[in-house]
């Protein structure tokens, strides 16, 4: 039964056990009620069915993403560290690869692009870290979280990002 499904996944899926559950965009889609909200946030999957009736913005905003991948409202709203620590409560699984490219490709980056090289080029980087923002700096990026003062260093080498270091943000 999916219900059931889904509440074993996410309790797998808190519990750390084994690989995460990976799910569709599709089955995502039919969890857009207040039976079963499912929300898709920077590449992962959130039931936040029981956090409705708690969510300090009300439960219509979610209501309107729920089925979505509502990475966008939710990064727009400008959510404390708080609110991202309680994403991890609501977490059940992963968006299933063959939709993440999908979803991915508008941050792929083609680092042989000349005018992708200039500093100052904000990308979101939803496909590494929830809620960072890549500062593009050829050939190294900046990776910052916005309400953290550091930002962690990769290079890119053959489209692979090697994580190098934390430094102080300026
Ligand atoms: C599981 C996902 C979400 C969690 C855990 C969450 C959590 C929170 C929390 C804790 C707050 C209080 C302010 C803060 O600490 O930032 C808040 C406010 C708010 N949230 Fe969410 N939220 C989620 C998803 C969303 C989504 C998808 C939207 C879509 C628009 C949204 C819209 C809002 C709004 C409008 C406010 C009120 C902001 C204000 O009054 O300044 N939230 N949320």
Not at 69 to 75: G, I, K, Q, R, W
Not at 138 to 157: D, I, N, S, Y
Request: hydrophobic letters at 35%; glycine letters at 10%; aromatic letters at 8%.
């Amino acid at each position: 039964m999916e219900g059931g499904r889904s509440g074993e996944a996410a309790v797998a899926a808190a519990a750390g056990d084994g690989p995460a559950p990976v799910f569709t965009l599709e089955e995502v889609a039919k969890r857009n009620s207040s039976r079963e909200a499912w929300l898709v946030i920077h590449g992962r999957i959130y039931d936040v069915t029981r956090f409705l009736e708690e969510h300090p913005g009300g439960e219509e905003v979610l209501l309107e993403q729920a089925g979505r991948d509502a990475t966008e409202s939710f990064e727009d709203v400008g959510h404390s560290t708080d609110a991202r620590e309680m994403l991890k409560q609501y977490y059940i699984g992963e968006v299933h690869p063959n939709d993440r490219e999908k979803e991915g490709s508008k941050f792929l980056v083609d680092m042989a692009d000349p005018h992708l090289r200039s500093t100052g080029l904000r990308f979101n980087v939803s496909l590494l870290h929830g809620g960072w923002e890549k500062l593009l700096s050829w050939p190294c990026w900046g990776l910052r979280q916005p309400e953290k003062r550091e930002r962690e260093c990769v290079c890119a080498t053959h489209g692979v990002l090697l994580p190098l270091a934390f430094l102080p943000c300026f």
